[in-house]
């Protein structure tokens, strides 16, 4: 895939469809072995509202549409992004595969979002 650098200096790999391996073992089949799809969803939601980093990619995102844009196509595109970086965050939870992963990602969300909620 294609090499990002975000404005504040964080740098990932784009992950397409092209990623996946029918019939072989890839970090999607590994992660939906563990999570489901609307978990992943779920996911890759909280991060967009809840991590300072992602919060301003994802406006970002918003604020680089074209202002000619009807309100349906801004709908398709935002979906669309949405897809593709919740396809990066399925692909990230390979690394968390089965009880004990699902345990540690628990973990790990609440270490760096524990403190995030309303108080």
């Keep these: 895939g294609n090499m990002?650098?975000?404005p504040d200096g964080c740098l990932w790999r784009k992950i397409d469809e092209s990623v996946r391996n029918p019939g072989g073992v890839n970090g999607f089949m590994v992660a939906e072995n563990t999570f489901s799809m609307p978990f992943i969803?779920?996911?890759a939601r909280f991060i967009l509202n809840t991590d300072e980093r992602w919060i301003l990619w994802w406006k970002q995102r918003q604020e680089a549409l074209?202002?000619?844009m009807s309100a349906l196509q801004v709908q398709k595109q935002l979906n669309n992004?949405?897809?593709k970086f919740?396809?990066?965050?399925e692909y990230g939870l390979?690394?968390?595969a089965g009880r004990s992963g699902?345990?540690?990602l628990c973990e790990e969300l609440i270490r760096a979002y524990?403190?995030?909620?309303p108080e």
């Design 86 to 89: 919740s396809a990066s965050v």
């Design 102 to 104: 699902a345990k540690q």
């Design 81 to 83: 992004d949405l897809g």
């Design 41 to 43: 969803v779920y996911l």
């Design 94 to 96: 390979a690394q968390y």
């Design 114 to 117: 524990g403190n995030k909620g």
């Design 4 to 6: 990002c650098l975000e």
């Design 66 to 68: 074209p202002p000619d």
